[in-house]
């Protein structure tokens, strides 16, 4: 989806931002990957040393914490990761649907029924609170979401919509739980808004 650099300073230069938060086994692994990378761009397989580099960041990914990478408030569902529109501001007309993106990081992935494929599944859970953190509303398993590939593909995003409809004027915090059911971690992310007063959105 997104341009790649085929230079091998290009991939030397991500393999060592990694290395400067992994540990010493993946470091290691790492570092061992971007070497053999390096060698096939310098052969002419660029698309080698790009999957090789693939295969190691997504093995690495594995032993990160399951995190909240980015969440913003979009203008509409995104075309596809890291493509969207932000929302200027976060206030919203009233009857105004909210639409987030968010990006989880550190997936589990397990293998899936179907032969030479792994599987990733995380579901959401919803709060809404007031601007004091008292809670208003709340939906479990709000979102879910499984991904099925035959590589642990980090571009992964949820595209969530919440309808406030109702809602009085006023400050909000929208929360989001992250749960990821193959590893049982979970991680949350809050979104302030507000909803304005005034006529109601078309």
Same mark, same amino acid.
């Given at each position: ?11 030397? %230069?991500? /393999? =060592? ?5 992994? %540990? ?14 390096? /060698? ?7 698309? &080698? ?10 093995? $690495?990914? @594995? ?16 075309? %596809? ?9 976060? =206030?919203? #007309?009233? &009857? @105004?649907?909210? !639409?987030?993106? =968010? @990006? ?10 179907? /032969?030479? #494929?792994?599987? *990733?599944? $995380?579901? !959401? ?12 509303? *709340?939906? #479990? ?6 991904? +099925? ?5 980090? @571009?992964?995003?949820? +595209?969530?919509?919440?309808? !406030?409809?109702?809602?009085?004027? %006023?400050?909000?915090?929208?929360? $989001? ?10 991680? *949350?992310?809050?979104?302030? $808004? ?9």
């Amino acid at each position: 989806m997104r341009g790649r650099n085929g230079k091998s300073l290009g991939m030397a %230069g991500i /393999a =060592v931002m990694l290395l400067l938060s992994a %540990g010493p086994a993946f470091a290691g692994n790492l570092a061992q990957a971007a070497a053999k990378a390096e /060698a096939l761009a310098a052969a002419g397989n660029a698309a &080698g040393a790009h999957d090789l580099m693939r295969g190691a960041i997504g093995d $690495f990914s @594995e032993t990160l914490p399951f995190a909240i990478g980015k969440a913003v408030f979009v203008k509409t569902d995104p075309a %596809g990761y890291a493509m969207y529109d932000p929302k200027q501001g976060q =206030v919203f #007309k009233p &009857g @105004e649907t909210l !639409v987030s993106y =968010v @990006e989880p990081v550190g997936l589990n992935w397990k293998p899936a029924k179907d /032969a030479g #494929k792994i599987q *990733s599944h $995380f579901t !959401v859970d919803l709060d809404i609170l007031s601007a004091t953190g008292e809670q208003l509303a *709340s939906q #479990k398993a709000f979102g879910d979401f499984t991904f +099925t590939g035959f590589l642990r593909n980090q @571009e992964i995003y949820a +595209t969530l919509r919440t309808d !406030v409809s109702g809602a009085a004027a %006023g400050d909000y915090i929208l929360r $989001f739980r992250f749960n990821d059911v193959n590893s049982g971690k979970s991680a *949350s992310i809050d979104q302030k $808004f507000t909803i304005a007063a005034g006529a109601k959105a078309p």
